[in-house]
């Protein structure tokens, strides 16, 4: 019978106990240790649904961003109505926040979980991704800045990442904006026989995304036009210097004002954290301040600023292993069931938190058993068979030391062996 594929561009994360090294265990490792950084911070979990109301997405991300033009994953129901699986997670909480009347509250989420984007896969690009990401809600410009800022430094240095640079930008206030946008559509517009379809369609509907486009004979035009900085206010370059100078010991920070980002909500500090060792993809996480996305929404007037990083591409940074536990095999060998036997397993879990211990449950040999064992990289296999049984000892084997005799240990003396264990 034909064999059902997972879908294109989707992966399973299946984890491997004998390599610590494998996309899957660093995916996980990296997911635990994102999640202690956010408890460090004192920053509470939301939780929103992978499927949200259709027109959500287009009122936030925007009609002009790639993501909602080309992107999105959206089906009607069974009702008729057109619903979309998250392509991002900013949208869904300033929703919640708004449903739950909190959007008049300071608050702080973190939430990790699957996203929906229809690209074309490549390394490092997904159709379904996992992203990490912080909302930091109700703080105007100024503090909240320096908290992402400080907890994308933390994550770079609790995770080892090397070849970091993380370039940040300031679209300016509502007027330095316009200023900005209007004298960037008067120098283009005269030169719109030389742009592509994409950008012609973004001078008209939101010219800021030029400045992002990928073709070189735009990048060449360019270069002679305005420049974002010499619209800007002194507030904003301050912040930007501020952010620059506070963290200069910990990350390398790039004022780069060719940076905008891919959505439609941002409008002031933005940010893009990138890595030369990621190949084509290389901006494993993003994020900006986006004061107007609640009122946008129906909500109140909030002021908010966030980031999401993408987990599969940070888990290939990421140098720092969290799970370093000793893994136990417990081996028990009959041919019918041995609750005795169990029991000391059950009760050996609970002693030793540095360790981990794999009852191995199937009735095959003992040399299959071993096999495993020593497949899943176990420190030690704990062996009771019928003998063991009625003489209440347990055979010990070390399996990292090949030269090391097997000891005999009564079940008495059992847990103190296991305590010491590293
Ligand atoms: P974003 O830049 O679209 O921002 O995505 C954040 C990160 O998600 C990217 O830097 C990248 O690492 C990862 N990512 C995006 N698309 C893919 C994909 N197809 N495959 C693998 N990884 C991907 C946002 O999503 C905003 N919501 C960030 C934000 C939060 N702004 C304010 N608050």
Same mark, same amino acid.
């Given at each position: 019978?034909?064999?059902?594929?997972?879908?294109?561009?989707?992966?399973?994360?299946?984890?491997?106990?004998?390599?610590?090294?494998?996309?899957?265990?660093?995916?996980?490792?990296?997911?635990?240790?994102?999640?202690?950084?956010?408890?460090?911070?004192?920053?509470?979990?939301?939780?929103? $649904?992978?499927?949200?109301?259709?027109?959500?997405?287009?009122?936030?991300?925007?009609?002009?961003?790639?993501?909602?033009?080309?992107?999105?994953?959206?089906?009607?129901?069974?009702?008729?109505?057109?619903?979309?699986?998250?392509?991002?997670?900013?949208?869904?909480?300033?929703?919640?926040?708004?449903?739950?009347?909190?959007?008049?509250?300071?608050?702080?989420?973190?939430?990790?979980?699957?996203?929906?984007?229809?690209?074309?896969?490549?390394?490092?690009?997904?159709?379904?991704?996992?992203?990490?990401?912080?909302?930091?809600?109700?703080?105007?410009?100024?503090? =909240?800045?320096?908290?992402?800022?400080?907890?994308?430094?933390?994550?770079?240095?609790?995770?080892?990442?090397?070849?970091?640079?993380?370039?940040?930008?300031?679209?300016?206030?509502?007027?330095?904006?316009?200023?900005?946008?209007? =004298?960037?559509?008067?120098?283009?517009? $005269?030169?719109?026989?030389?742009?592509?379809?994409?950008?012609?369609?973004?001078?008209?509907?939101?010219?800021?995304?030029?400045?992002?486009?990928?073709?070189?004979?735009?990048?060449?035009?360019?270069?002679?036009?305005?420049?974002?900085?010499?619209?800007?206010?002194?507030?904003?370059?301050?912040?930007?210097?501020?952010?620059?100078?506070?963290?200069?010991?910990?990350?390398?920070?790039?004022?780069?004002?060719?940076?905008?980002?891919?959505?439609?909500?941002?409008?002031?500090?933005?940010?893009? =954290?990138?890595?030369?060792?990621?190949?084509?993809?290389?901006?494993?996480?993003?994020?900006?301040?986006?004061?107007?996305?609640?009122?946008?929404?129906?909500?109140?007037?909030? $002021?908010?600023?966030?980031?999401?990083?993408?987990?599969?591409?940070?888990?290939?940074?990421?140098?720092?292993?969290?799970?370093?536990?000793?893994?136990?095999?417990?081996?028990?060998?009959?041919?019918?069931?041995?609750?005795?036997?169990?029991?000391?397993?059950?009760?050996?879990?609970?002693?030793?938190?540095?360790?981990?211990?794999?009852?191995?449950?199937?009735?095959?040999?003992?040399?299959?058993?071993?096999?495993? =064992?020593?497949?899943?990289?176990?420190?030690?296999?704990?062996?009771?068979?019928?003998?063991?049984?009625?003489?209440?000892?347990?055979?010990?084997?070390?399996?990292?030391?090949?030269?090391?005799?097997?000891?005999?240990?009564?079940?008495?003396?059992?847990?103190?062996?296991?305590? *010491?264990? *590293?």
């Amino acid at each position: 019978m034909e064999k059902i594929q997972s879908l294109t561009g989707m992966m399973d994360l299946i984890a491997n106990k004998a390599d610590k090294d494998h996309e899957a265990n660093r995916i996980f490792q990296t997911e635990e240790i994102l999640r202690d950084v956010f408890k460090n911070y004192s920053i509470s979990e939301i939780r929103t $649904p992978a499927l949200e109301d259709s027109s959500l997405f287009k009122r936030s991300v925007g009609d002009t961003s790639d993501i909602v033009n080309k992107e999105l994953y959206s089906f009607l129901d069974k009702n008729d109505k057109s619903i979309t699986l998250r392509p991002e997670g900013t949208a869904s909480v300033i929703r919640s926040i708004i449903e739950k009347k909190i959007d008049n509250e300071t608050n702080k989420f973190w939430y990790l979980g699957p996203m929906w984007r229809y690209e074309r896969p490549q390394k490092g690009r997904y159709r379904q991704f996992n992203q990490a990401g912080v909302e930091i809600l109700g703080y105007p410009e100024g503090i =909240a800045e320096l908290e992402i800022v400080s907890i994308i430094c933390t994550i770079n240095k609790v995770l080892g990442i090397e070849n970091s640079i993380l370039k940040i930008n300031h679209l300016g206030n509502k007027e330095s904006k316009q200023n900005y946008c209007d =004298a960037l559509k008067k120098f283009l517009m $005269p030169l719109s026989s030389r742009l592509d379809e994409k950008d012609l369609q973004r001078l008209k509907t939101n010219p800021l995304r030029v400045l992002d486009s990928k073709s070189p004979e735009t990048q060449e035009i360019l270069k002679e036009g305005p420049k974002i900085n010499d619209y800007l206010t002194n507030e904003s370059l301050d912040i930007l210097n501020l952010i620059k100078n506070t963290f200069s010991n910990d990350c390398l920070i790039q004022i780069d004002h060719s940076l905008v980002r891919g959505l439609d909500y941002y409008t002031g500090f933005v940010f893009e =954290a990138i890595s030369s060792s990621l190949g084509a993809q290389n901006a494993y996480l993003g994020g900006g301040r986006y004061d107007e996305l609640s009122k946008q929404l129906g909500g109140k007037d909030l $002021p908010a600023i966030g980031m999401a990083i993408g987990i599969e591409r940070l888990a290939l940074l990421a140098k720092t292993y969290k799970d370093n536990k000793t893994l136990v095999s417990f081996i028990i060998i009959s041919s019918k069931i041995e609750p005795k036997a169990y029991k000391i397993a059950h009760k050996l879990r609970s002693i030793n938190n540095s360790i981990n211990i794999d009852v191995q449950i199937s009735d095959g040999s003992l040399k299959s058993k071993l096999r495993r =064992a020593n497949k899943d990289n176990a420190a030690y296999a704990l062996i009771i068979g019928e003998d063991e049984l009625k003489s209440e000892n347990i055979i010990v084997k070390s399996l990292l030391d090949e030269n090391s005799e097997q000891l005999v240990i009564s079940f008495k003396d059992i847990e103190s062996f296991i305590k *010491k264990i *590293k």
